[in-house]
């Protein structure tokens, strides 16, 4: 992704720092020039710029990134660099300059500037393969004013809170299914309770809730025997992942020689393959209803096929991107909340009565049911603050200069966004580091700044999946409380986060199921 590897300490950093950026959600930015000035002046005012910024030196993100051990904990970095540097910060990483804000209404300022078409990279290894193979682009991988189309097209039936409605029978079918399997797994358990790596047990749940609503079929990861072409496919996605880590810190010329650029983009390859096979058979049953003269009736996949706003090269590029996006935001903050619940059970009986007054054992709870659980949400909400998925982001302001406070900062600048840390601000959250869900209810809550937890992103680039997201949370949530008291498992210590792309627990997660005497 890079140049060749030269003896220089600044060209190993253009290769090896750059790349790790890239595996916590930023990746290369462009080569700023004219900031060399101490000030510019705009009118009869003298603007400070990036070189007046304070920041840490190539050897010491060096030193904090390999000697101290935070290359799998750069969110943890961010705080570390707040304290020492204040609310924003540069670095530079060979070439490229960049802004790191961890501070909320510097990045209220910023994401309102964004412009039409937010740029959240310039090199994306997911272009790459897109490109090699021939394919078009979809969500994350498209720009500008196609990426915009494109985007107007998505969120037609994902955005909208009245859409995220018609998806409730599907959602309720696969919380039933993993309901199902939560009993099967406790069964299986010396104790008749324990689950254990529920991590991953809430991957393959959030994996075939997405999948139901992007291809409308289900794919069987919940079956005690999962489907081969189906395994094939989950595994496809893990082996892009862990030999994306790789691809992202070797240079270009390495790719012929070692293993980890011809098993990416073979990922990559099997997940493209899975998924033009499920738009072709939806495709194939369009057509044969059509041709008997039967009404087209489904979803996501279908509003695709049949409103004609797409192609189908954009609909093969989109929907593998979507269903991506929408597994690790569910799986994730569900693990985090049950952790948290089962550390906590003051909190966690609170929850239950909340969740059993609104849904009584009888019926299956519906999203307008949600609305009557405030502390339901308030649960996924704090653990969204104390987890964002995504902790740093990036962007680029392409379409202006950017002037926060006293400072000017040129076009095409690379802001870093440091979620995590602007979400664990204490200035905004009294004990930043406490999971305290009732910070989050009206009659108790303090007024936070709108932009110091944006978990789904804010404006045009916000999550395309943020309210079916909401709404699996809250729905598997309330039906696992009302079922069964959590506790953890006695030999569970506490668990830490790692980024991996992605914040994730970082040692199984092992919780106790038991089934509630009223049931």
């Known amino acids: 992704m890079s140049a060749m590897i030269s003896m220089s300490l600044r060209r190993w950093s253009h290769i090896r720092i750059r790349p790790l950026l890239q595996t916590c959600g930023v990746t290369q930015g462009r080569a ?90 310039e090199i994306d290894l997911w272009r790459s393969h897109r490109e090699l193979r021939n394919f078009s682009y979809g969500p994350f991988t498209e720009r500008g004013e196609k990426w915009h189309a494109l985007r107007t097209v998505l969120n037609q039936k994902m955005l909208k809170p009245n859409e995220a409605k018609n998806y409730v029978r599907s959602i309720n079918e696969v919380v039933s299914d993993f309901m199902v399997r939560l009993q099967d797994l406790r069964k299986q358990s010396p104790n008749g309770e324990t689950v254990n790596d529920m991590a991953n047990e809430l991957y393959r749940f959030a994996f075939e809730g997405v999948s139901y609503i992007v291809f409308e079929t289900r794919i069987g990861c919940l079956d005690k025997h999962v489907p081969p072409e189906t395994q094939k496919f989950i595994d496809s996605i893990a082996e892009m992942f862990r030999n994306f880590m790789f691809v992202a810190h070797l240079p270009p010329w390495t790719r012929n020689l070692l293993p980890y650029w011809k098993r990416y983009m073979e990922g990559w390859d099997n997940i493209f393959d899975f998924g033009n096979k499920m738009v072709d058979k939806k495709l194939s049953e369009i057509e044969s209803r059509l041709e008997k003269g039967e009404e087209v009736q489904g979803e996501y996949l279908t509003y695709l096929l049949s409103s004609g706003k797409l192609s189908l090269p954009e609909v093969y590029g989109s929907v593998c991107e979507v269903l991506l996006a929408g597994v690790d935001t569910t799986s994730n903050t569900l693990c985090w909340s049950l952790y948290h619940l089962a550390r906590d059970p003051e909190l966690q009986q609170t929850l239950y009565e909340e969740v059993i007054q609104a849904v009584p054992m009888d019926r299956v709870p519906v999203a307008d049911d949600v609305t009557h659980m405030p502390l339901l949400r308030a649960v ?4 969204l603050r104390l987890y964002p998925v995504v902790p740093t982001n990036a962007r680029f302001v392409s379409e202006h200069e950017v002037v926060i406070g006293d ?22 959250f009294k004990d930043p580091e406490k999971f305290y869900p009732h910070r989050w209810l009206r009659d108790r809550a303090k007024t936070h ?45 506490n668990i830490k986060s790692i980024a991996r792309v992605v914040l994730s627990p970082n040692k199984k997660v092992n919780l106790r199921f038991i089934e509630r005497k009223s049931v």
């Open 32 to 121: 700023l020039h004219g900031t060399a000035a101490a000030a510019i002046t705009q009118g009869d005012k003298k603007m400070k710029t990036f070189d007046d910024l304070p920041g840490p030196s190539l050897l010491a993100n060096l030193y904090w990134f390999f000697i101290r051990g935070y290359l799998l904990h750069t969110h943890e970095l961010q705080l570390i660099y707040k304290k020492r540097y204040g609310p924003w910060w540069k670095s530079t990483l060979g070439p490229s300059l960049m802004v790191n804000i961890a501070d909320p209404a510097m990045l209220e300022i910023l994401l309102r500037r964004e412009g039409k078409y937010p740029l959240r990279n």
């Open 380 to 383: 996924i909400k704090e653990t």
């Open 449 to 493: 700044h709108p932009f110091s937890a944006i978990p789904f992103g804010y404006g045009l680039r916000a999550c395309v999946g943020k309210r079916i997201a909401e709404l699996e949370m809250h729905l598997a949530l309330s039906r696992i409380i009302r079922l069964f008291e959590v506790k953890p498992d006695g030999k569970v210590e």
């Open 407 to 428: 400072y000017k900062f040129p076009q095409d600048t690379l802001f870093l966004l440091c979620h995590y840390a602007i979400s664990r601000d204490e200035a905004n």
